[in-house]
């Protein structure tokens, strides 16, 4: 199965140690513009291009981290229609209601075997993109403002069973593995990237005996020079980087992995092949992992299998 309606990533939700270093980060250095605080405390954000109310939470914890991830999907029908396969294959889904997050409908929420909660939602209010719909121009003022990424891409979370989360995906959501990474007694993956469209990926996992852990939230720059304009903004803010700008084997795309003030890593990237599901899944070896996951070091740092929140 592919492409069963699940549109793309929606929104991530994740933990801050403090909230207002999180607004300061989220907002003025990444660059996000932020719509809107709700009363439980949670404030949103979206990148400049992107349509919908919001596709950034944050909430200020006593740990870093993430709570849950979501995916749009492509109508009600379509949730109501995913709902109800999730629950035949046996995870229980909980529904909560539209406007428990602001400006977004109706969400289903279910806990994945590497112990991470996804959403999938229909409707979320569209307030534009700064242009109109008509005749608009190429971009606009925000897109210059902080590191100003287009929009929230893709997750890397780490956790156990990594297998019954792929089985999951392809079989209820329709997604397609596009690569993973196998390690040595050739059978078990240590990492997978699946990809619900036309993207090299739109979640991705390595295993892990934790669970729940976040590896990454990443978010898209249109050019390589971008990333480096992006790496400059992080020595001018001072925002520690993990690695980079490189470029990744696994999907191609040129990086840069770095931490919010609370020690979230985040990835500004650029690029990456587009697949399709028909596509053969690509395989690495742990003799080429370090070339596949940093394709300039080729070799891991310390931090990418050991630093998560
Ligand atoms: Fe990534």
């Not at 069963?4 to 909230?19: S, T």
């Not at 994945?112 to 005749?135: F, T």
Request: aromatic share 10%.
């Amino acid at each position: 199965m592919a492409m069963n309606g699940v549109l793309r990533p929606g929104h991530a939700a994740l933990r801050v140690l403090d909230l207002d270093e999180g607004i300061e980060f989220y907002g003025k250095v990444l660059g996000l513009q932020e719509t809107g605080r709700d009363k439980q405390g949670r404030v949103y954000f979206k990148a400049w291009d992107e349509r919908d109310h919001n596709s950034v939470v944050i909430r200020q914890a006593d740990r870093a981290g993430i709570d849950f991830f979501a995916f749009k999907v492509d109508s009600v029908a379509t949730l109501n229609r995913l709902d109800s396969d999730l629950r035949a294959y046996g995870v229980p889904t909980e529904r909560i209601p539209a406007g428990e997050m602001l400006e977004t409908g109706e969400r289903v929420r279910f806990e994945i075997p590497s112990g991470h909660l996804i959403e999938l939602y229909a409707e979320k209010s569209d307030v534009g993109n700064g242009q109109s719909y008509l005749n608009p121009e190429a971009w606009v003022p925000a897109a210059e403002k902080g590191i100003a990424p287009v929009r929230m891409d893709h997750c890397l979370l780490y956790g156990p069973d990594i297998e019954k989360v792929q089985k999951l995906f392809h079989e209820v959501l329709g997604f397609y593995t596009v690569e993973h990474i196998v390690l040595d007694d050739g059978v078990t993956d240590l990492a997978i990237w699946l990809s619900t469209s036309i993207k090299a990926h739109d979640i991705a996992l390595v295993r892990h005996p934790e669970p729940g852990k976040l590896h990454h939230v990443a978010y898209l720059l249109d050019s390589w020079e971008k990333v480096l304009r992006a790496a400059d903004l992080m020595s001018i803010n001072r925002v520690p980087i993990d690695i980079g700008p490189t470029r990744h084997g696994v999907t191609r795309g040129t990086t840069i992995y770095a931490f919010d003030r609370s020690g979230n890593r985040f990835e500004t990237f650029c690029g990456g092949y587009q697949s399709y599901p028909d596509f053969q899944p690509i395989k690495w070896t742990m003799s080429d992992v370090g070339r596949g996951i940093f394709y300039h070091d080729r070799k891991l740092n310390d931090a990418f299998l050991t630093v998560l929140t």
